[in-house]
């Protein structure tokens, strides 16, 4: 048996979400904690399959892992016993990337299987994360089966590394590395993505030395040890941005509990563009649409500039927006295989290369489609809500990766939405 969302769609959404903790943060955090010598209390934990899967590699290694409430997990990662984590976890997941940097750090080795998670189309390259632990003192080999071996024998030795391109991950893995490392690194082109500041908020509440997150030049002063400590998450920015996504397209008023404002700007100057309303308090939005949708145009570019991940939800609404709006992918060589699975909807999509020209129509017909990474799935769920008719969404999956409950936390505000078993029709695809 396999799961498919089914949505009754053309209802608006009215009512209020809490919004959970960060997947791209909690997902570095977690790993960062096999630096600390001592437990490690990390609150606002969000239940997504991502998260749990990080977890039950560290508990894997040998980490103590337990939780304290649905959202609150204490790791101590005093006692690990093996600088070699369950291969076959890390394959399921893009994010296993930071054990390397933060088994780098501590053992000055990691052996790891190349990570797995969201295919966008093209290749997803970690070679700036291996030029970034070579630059400290790291030498890599790859070895058959598909693992990476890094490994400095005399330890890991500060250093300036400039990225050539601005990556997250390599940011954050470079940081990792750097922790525990002699004297100084400093990356330069750094990624300023939230997570990226969240990630250097909890290795300094645990010990750590690190200063310019959230700029383009981070520094990182290694120190000897880190000690445990007790840490809050932050918002997913994402999750928050899908909900806003989401209800321009269906029309109706969110207010969503649990946001930093800040990071949600980027979202919310093209929701107004497209006619909708956005207020903020210090930790809500409402998002409220009733007027029609105005076409716009969007580029995702690293923070603070439009976020890729939110490319393919802001999409539906666009979908159904007046006159030819452009989206341009400025991130990925390729994100746009979902548009496939919308013109099945009715949608009038052109793609060329990194650019999409959608021109709106006046509505979106349920249709039976599949979600073929995490956001896209999530711009599944959008477009069934937006259209009339039923829609059935396949490979569900994905979107358990890093949506916390979004079908119970859409059920409650007004969408008839619902997963349901169905017998395996043979294969995935
Ligand atoms: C992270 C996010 C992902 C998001 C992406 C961009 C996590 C777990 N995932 O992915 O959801 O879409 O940031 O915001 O946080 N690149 C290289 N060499 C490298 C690494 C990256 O050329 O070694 C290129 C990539 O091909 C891409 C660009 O850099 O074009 C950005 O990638 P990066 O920021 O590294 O993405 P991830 O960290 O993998």
């Not at 003192?137 to 601005?166: H, M, P, Q, R, W």
């Not at 709006?325 to 994100?335: C, Q």
Request: hydrophobic residues 40%.
């Amino acid at each position: 048996m396999s799961k498919k969302i089914m949505i009754q769609g053309g209802k608006p959404l009215n009512g209020e979400i809490n919004i959970s903790g960060a997947k791209n943060a909690a997902v570095a955090i977690i790993p960062a904690a096999i630096l600390v010598d001592g437990v490690c209390r990390l609150e606002n934990i969000p239940n997504i399959v991502d998260v749990m899967v990080q977890l039950d590699i560290v508990k894997g290694m040998g980490a103590g892992v337990r939780f304290l409430n649905p959202t609150t997990v204490e790791i101590d990662a005093t006692h690990i016993g093996t600088d070699e984590p369950p291969y076959e976890l890390m394959r399921k997941l893009r994010a296993s990337y930071y054990l390397m940097g933060a088994l780098l750090s501590r053992y000055h080795k990691a052996e790891v299987a190349m990570p797995g998670g969201c295919n966008f189309g093209g290749v997803r390259p970690i070679d700036l994360h291996i030029k970034g632990f070579e630059a400290l003192g790291a030498v890599t080999s790859i070895k058959e089966g598909g693992f990476v071996c890094v490994e400095a024998e005399n330890g890991l030795i500060g250093k300036t590394i400039f990225l050539d391109v601005v990556s997250v991950g390599a940011t954050m893995n470079i940081m990792l590395a750097a922790t525990l490392a002699e004297g100084t690194t400093t990356i330069e082109n750094a990624a300023k993505e939230p997570h990226i500041v969240d990630l250097a908020n909890f290795l300094n509440a645990m010990g750590a030395d690190i200063c310019g997150a959230g700029t383009d030049v981070i520094k990182i002063h290694g120190v000897e040890k880190l000690h445990g400590g007790t840490y809050s998450i932050i918002p997913d920015q994402i999750e928050a941005g899908t909900y806003m996504a989401a209800v321009a397209a269906t029309g109706g008023s969110l207010t969503l509990n649990n946001i930093i404002p800040k990071h949600l700007e980027c979202i919310s100057t093209k929701l107004i563009e497209m006619g909708a309303e956005v207020e903020y308090t210090d930790d809500t939005v409402r998002v409220t649409r009733t007027d029609p949708l105005h076409k716009t145009n969007i580029k995702t570019l690293p923070y603070p500039g439009f976020p890729t991940d939110m490319q393919p939800q802001m999409a539906i609404p666009l979908c159904l927006a007046d006159g030819a709006s452009v989206i341009t992918e400025g991130v990925w060589d390729s994100r746009f295989r979902y548009v496939d699975e919308l013109r099945k909807m009715g949608a009038d999509v052109h793609v060329d290369g990194k650019v999409a020209v959608f021109n709106g129509v006046p509505k979106l017909m349920g249709a039976p489609v599949t979600a073929y990474d995490l956001r896209a799935g999530a711009a599944m769920i959008i477009a069934g809500l937006a259209a009339q008719g039923e829609t059935a969404i396949s490979d569900t999956r994905h979107i358990e990766r890093g949506y916390d409950d979004i079908v119970g936390k859409l059920q409650s505000v007004g969408a008839q939405i619902e997963y349901v078993e169905v017998a395996d029709e043979g294969g995935e695809n």
